[in-house]
């Protein structure tokens, strides 16, 4: 059953199953053929952007389009804006480096994601297949015994993916200052939903947020940041 989850000024969000399906809403202000054509437009634009984001990090896979909507691949899991304060803080920094990688490769490519927040990152714990401890191999020996246990291990842990979402407010871009703001929106997130620890998880992003023009970036936010335009 078709189930509305989320409402913003640009589109409702349902979910049926494992599908999400953003409705592009109708604005009645706007003359219905240009309403139209809008709407089109950046639904059209939006896929082709998550297409071409999958391609570098982990992102919802686009199941198929309409006029004015978009199904996507239900992503289960953990709201990071929820839940990355109650993990260790161990996991929190691994959390934040893989962020920083997949940030990296999505600007390397000139994928600017428009919001980038800890609301649009979904850490999706997957669950091994229960042990056959009457399938497993007898070992002979403790040596042998103690390295198929722990291969079992290793093949029996949870596996943990983190997915950015929504990239409703995406586009395309070479410019260092559209790149510089994305980092801006991610380290304003941190200060606001994370402030116990914003600055040692945002120094651990930059770990993970490395390619060619990363210096460029960061040289660049400092300038964002000095002018406070981009504050909320």
């Known amino acids: 059953m078709k189930k509305l989850i989320s409402q913003g000024a640009e589109a409702k969000i349902y979910l049926d199953k494992n599908v999400v399906t953003k409705d592009r809403i109708i604005k009645s202000y706007r003359h219905p053929q240009l309403d ?14 998550l297409t071409k984001a999958k391609q570098f990090a982990n992102i919802p896979a686009v199941i198929s389009t309409d006029k004015f909507n978009i199904q996507i691949e ?15 803080e161990k996991k929190q920094f691994s959390i934040m480096q ?8 999505l ?11 800890t609301s649009n990152t979904i850490l999706r714990t997957t669950e091994p297949l229960a042990a056959a401890d009457s399938k497993a191999p007898k070992a002979q020996g403790s040596r ?11 093949t029996n842990a949870p596996k943990e993916q983190l997915f950015i979402i929504d990239f409703g407010l995406g586009f395309i871009s070479q410019r260092i200052e559209d790149k510089a703001v994305d980092i801006h929106l991610i380290k304003q997130a941190l200060e606001a939903k994370h402030f116990q620890n914003h600055k040692q998880l945002f120094k651990q992003f ?6 060619p023009q990363t210096k460029e970036v960061l040289t660049q ?3 964002v940041e000095s002018r406070g335009r981009y504050k909320h």
């Open 36 to 49: 139209q054509k809008i709407r089109t437009r950046r639904t059209k634009s939006e896929a082709k952007l």
């Open 74 to 88: 239900h992503i289960p899991g953990d709201k990071l804006s929820e839940t990355l304060n109650t993990y260790p």
């Open 98 to 105: 893989n962020l920083g990688k997949q940030v990296a490769s």
């Open 107 to 117: 600007h390397e490519n000139n994928i600017i994601h428009g919001d980038l927040t």
């Open 144 to 154: 042998q015994a103690t390295t198929t246990q722990s291969k079992l291990a290793s």
């Open 206 to 211: 930059i770990k993970g947020y490395k390619f």
């Open 221 to 223: 936010l400092e300038k």
